[in-house]
């Protein structure tokens, strides 16, 4: 068991090997980023099941460490967040900080490779997607990425809703991710939903 400093924040989600920004203003965050800077630099990012104070948490989320930091006059940081790996919620502890606190069970990380025809599928897909969208994307380098950091990367930076954010977060396998990555895109490129609302980071 691990014990985690939390940060609940609807559509921001964090994978492993990747890196989230974040502009920190509130003052109870503030603090907890002081205190993950005086201890190990590490939080916790995850998903409230609704945009409210104290809400509920979704069971899944991604443990980050604090990479740069950028500490502003008056007491906000920008930082970036490098994810290092999943975790499980087993219960949330009775603290006395402005922050929440959780213990959590670490979830190891299966070392996936994509077969052929999954990754030219969602190849296809996403060019489809973007192309729907309005996305100018670079789709040579996308070529370069290995399988892990293009499905991970996209499934962070989607324009998709917090429930399937979430959904995807907790897919187990990159196989797994794959495929529900393909059907979102489907679903949401066919619903012309190019809202954004779930990838504000602030």
Known sequence: MTRITIFPLTGAVLYPGLQLPLHIFEPRYRAMVS??????????????QKPVDGAPLFSIGCLG???DVEALDDGRFNIILDGEQRFRILRELDVTTPFRQIEA???EEPDDVLAPIERASFERE??????AQGYVVDWE???????????????QIAPFDAAAKQALLEASGLSA???????LMQFFGRAGDGDEDGATLQ
Do not use: K, W, Y
Not at 177 to 183: F, G, I, K, P, S
């Open 126 to 131: 996403a060019r489809r997607f973007a192309e």
């Open 141 to 155: 380098q996308v070529g370069r990425l290995d399988d892990t950091s293009l499905i991970n990367g996209v499934s």
């Open 105 to 107: 069970e670490l979830l």
């Open 177 to 183: 991710r794959c495929e529900l990555l393909v059907q």
């Open 65 to 67: 460490r604090i990479g």
């Open 35 to 48: 205190d993950a800077l005086a201890r190990d630099r590490r939080i916790g990012m995850i998903q409230p």
